[in-house]
């Protein structure tokens, strides 16, 4: 299992992806699909059409590493968009590879740290 940070951002291709695909082919639709960096450390999550299939990209540390589940009965369920890339809580994809539908949560507002980098800063 791996353990990213928790401020990782983590994105979700909403095509199906063939799961024959290795490194350079879900580096391939990271940078050229997706439009993201896939050196950057952020997590590119793909399922297969049958969604019993998963694997996660990530950069660490000098190499790529894939993590990937195959479930041996049922799919993996998460809210659906229409874009190619929706952007998931770390939250989200730990609750969607246990198995729990993300789609019928109900989510409340919580307190949330501002960033500071993107704060102004008065003059």
Request: glycine share 4%.
């Amino acid at each position: 299992m791996f353990f990213p940070e928790s401020q990782v951002r983590v994105w979700l291709y909403n095509h199906p992806t063939d799961m024959r695909k290795s490194y350079n082919g879900l580096v391939a639709l990271a940078k050229n699909t997706l439009e993201e960096d896939p050196l950057s450390g952020q997590l590119f999550v793909f399922f297969n059409r049958r969604r019993n299939q998963c694997k996660v990209l990530y950069f660490e540390r000098g190499g790529y590493c894939i993590w990937s589940k195959r479930l041996e009965q049922g799919q993996f369920h998460a809210r659906a968009s229409q874009a190619v890339k929706q952007l998931l809580a770390l939250t989200d994809l730990k609750l969607i590879i246990e198995g729990i539908d993300t789609r019928s949560i109900r989510y409340h507002k919580r307190y949330e740290k501002p960033d500071v980098s993107t704060s102004k800063v008065p003059d």
